[in-house]
């Protein structure tokens, strides 16, 4: 199993645990905000098996029907994710609006902020984890899983600070009301993790300073080159694929061209992980005289 296997099956056990969690704390209260916060803790649930289904199929080698890869799969994931959040943000509101209708003062809220405490404290540990290491390793179904426990840590510390004034304001239509709120900042979330996803599905270019290390690792390591130019790339989960024309002499050989390509190559494995690299090596003739100066 990989490592990126082992902190998504990490996060389907730290959801369960945190889900229980929550559920005692709104079946101690009856509180609507806590019963909205142990509804996206089940959300929280249902995207870290998502994510462990994706980062399984990624990790599967390139085959006759897939020849880049299986990467794009934590696309998916990510995706998926946002659907259900927003569900979630639905069931949500809709606890928020007969609540309010029917507001009632919550029932033993020291009990329930003990637990809900607890389960936010290892969410905020936890979400640490997989935004350290899914941005490490270029994982975007880990990094994914990590913003929404993020985002489940603030709005718990929001439900939990509401829910310690409404016994002190006697002001009960509170509870509903920062439910609503955690659904409108929960609905947020799923648009922004939807709108990434599907830019990484559309072969979105990589960051620019990612795009600006490549041109100057070509730049530095392409001596005997005359330009490099028709840059493209793009990722795919955690694989960035690169391709440029590299245009050398027109009387070098094909071997000497060739040890050129090679020396870049290596260039690449060393300085970045997870790679692919393709060059088409042109003549002089067809320079364009811009693109990637060859220093």
């Known amino acids: 199993m990989t490592r990126t296997l082992w902190v998504a ?9 945190v889900l229980a969690l929550k559920t005692a704390a709104w079946w101690v209260t009856g509180s609507v905000a806590l019963l909205s916060d142990a509804l996206e803790s089940i959300i929280n649930v249902a995207a870290s098996l998502a994510a462990l289904l994706a980062l399984n199929i990624s990790a599967r080698p390139a085959d006759d029907n897939h020849p880049y890869g299986h990467h794009k799969a934590e696309y998916f994931s990510a995706v998926l994710e946002g659907v ?3 569900l979630a943000a639905g069931s949500i509101l809709r606890e928020a609006y ?6 009632h003062m919550p029932h033993q809220p020291f009990e329930g902020v003990v637990l809900n405490g607890l389960a936010t404290l290892i969410n905020g540990a936890w979400c640490t984890v997989l935004l350290r290491f899914g941005r490490k390793w270029r994982s975007p179904a880990l990094v994914a899983d990590g913003r929404h426990l993020l985002t489940d840590v603030v709005t718990s510390i929001g439900v939990l600070a509401g829910f310690v004034l409404v016994p002190v304001t006697g002001w009960p239509q509170l509870d509903p009301i920062l439910a609503g709120v955690v659904a409108v900042n929960i609905l947020w979330t799923g ?3 939807m709108r990434e996803s599907v830019g990484g599905l559309m072969d979105e270019a990589p960051a620019p300073e990612v795009v600006a290390r490549i041109k100057e690792l070509v730049s530095t390591h392409a001596d005997g080159a005359i330009e490099a130019h028709d840059l493209r790339t793009r990722h795919a989960g955690r694989m960035t694929f690169v391709e440029f024309h590299l245009v050398v002499p027109g ?4 071997a000497a061209a060739h040890d050129i390509c090679d020396r870049i190559e290596r260039a690449f494995e060393t300085d970045m992980d997870d790679m692919v690299i393709t060059i088409h090596v042109e003549p002089e003739g067809e320079a364009k005289h811009r693109g990637v100066v060859v220093l």
């Open 9 to 17: 099956t990490g996060s389907v056990g730290i959801g369960l645990l």
């Open 84 to 86: 259900l959040i927003v």
């Open 98 to 103: 007969f609540g309010f209708l029917d507001p």
């Open 191 to 193: 648009w922004s993790l």
């Open 251 to 254: 009387d070098m050989t094909v």
